[in-house]
């Protein structure tokens, strides 16, 4: 099966991330069911792009020329219909916040996901989300683990706004995930570097540290400054000019990195074993497969 006739789904359609998923995918010729809720938020977005028959992609201008503009849904599909999401796909990207993870897998499970296997792609899933799923699905369903999210983009009406797509990211093959779907997986997304480490992408990450850490320490600033109706700089008024916040994470993730050593998962940072040498060699991985991306380009 070629990446242009491998039927994809997206579960979570209506969502910043699900739209230039929706976007791009259909931008490469693949056949997609999107699904989302059936709620007000899920009906309206549903609706828009129903009633345009196709997603409005939004771009700031870009090296690449790409323009912002409609892109019709040809054979492709949007809905609220989770049973026609399961029967149409071959691969599924979660595209929602953590936290519905384990909500999304039992609704997966009573549509008759077990049945077919397919792989869910968590984009990302941040925590450490596999056993969770694993409760519900079983201890071997197939999962890909994105290290974070391919995009910074937001909902628009009808449509979403990709600022920019990431270049590259980690990936981690869990559960019994076969050579033919994992080469599919790696055909739709040739920017992700894949290994069957469990957990790379969760415990390996410091974001579920960085970013909860990072709000907790600076709520009441925070919440000041919403009330004031005022924008608040995450990253330079809640760390940069904080010293001692930064202070904080390091000594939390500290806390992160000996569990997961302890698990005997490989990480890098650690102060007792900070690997400063295999880590140069991933960025090194990291560094060429931007390099082919922009000769691709």
């Avoid at 938020?41 to 992609?57: C, E, F, K, T």
């Avoid at 599909?77 to 979660?94: F, M, N, R, Y």
């Avoid at 499970?109 to 397919?118: Q, S, T, Y």
Wanted: proline share 6%; aromatic share 8%.
């Amino acid at each position: 099966m070629t990446m242009t006739t491998l039927p994809i789904g997206i579960y979570g359609v209506s969502t910043q991330s699900g739209g230039a998923f929706l976007a791009d995918f259909l931008s490469k010729g693949l056949t997609v069911y999107g699904y989302a809720r059936d709620t007000k938020h899920g009906r309206n977005a549903v609706s828009d792009m129903q009633d345009a028959q196709g997603i409005y992609l939004e771009r700031p201008p870009n090296t690449i020329g790409e323009l912002s503009r409609l892109i019709p849904f040809g054979a492709s599909e949007i809905g609220h219909s989770i049973d026609k999401l399961v029967a149409h796909a071959q691969l599924i990207v979660v595209a929602h916040p953590a936290q519905h993870l384990e909500e999304t897998a039992t609704l997966l499970k009573a549509a008759g996901i077990l049945e077919r296997r397919i792989p869910l792609i968590l984009s990302p899933p941040r925590t450490i989300a596999a056993p969770y799923i694993w409760e519900i699905l079983g201890d071997d369903y197939p999962l890909v683990c994105f290290s974070t999210s391919p995009y910074s983009s937001k909902s628009i009406a009808g449509g979403v706004y990709i600022k920019r797509r990431k270049r590259t990211w980690m990936s981690s093959l869990e559960g019994n995930i076969t050579d033919e779907q994992a080469a599919a997986v790696s055909q739709i997304f040739p920017q992700a570097l894949f290994n069957r480490i469990a957990a790379t992408t969760s415990l390996g990450n410091i974001g579920a540290i960085f970013h909860p850490t990072t709000y907790l320490l600076n709520y009441n600033a925070i919440q000041t400054r919403e009330a004031q109706g005022l924008p608040y700089s995450f990253y330079m008024e809640g760390i940069a000019d904080q010293p001692e916040v930064g202070a904080q994470i390091e000594a939390i993730d500290q806390i992160r990195l000996r569990i997961a050593h302890r698990l005997g998962l490989p990480v890098f940072g650690l102060r007792e074993e900070p690997r400063e040498d295999d880590w140069a060699r991933i960025m090194g991985r990291l560094r060429n497969a931007e390099a082919r991306l922009d000769e691709a380009d």
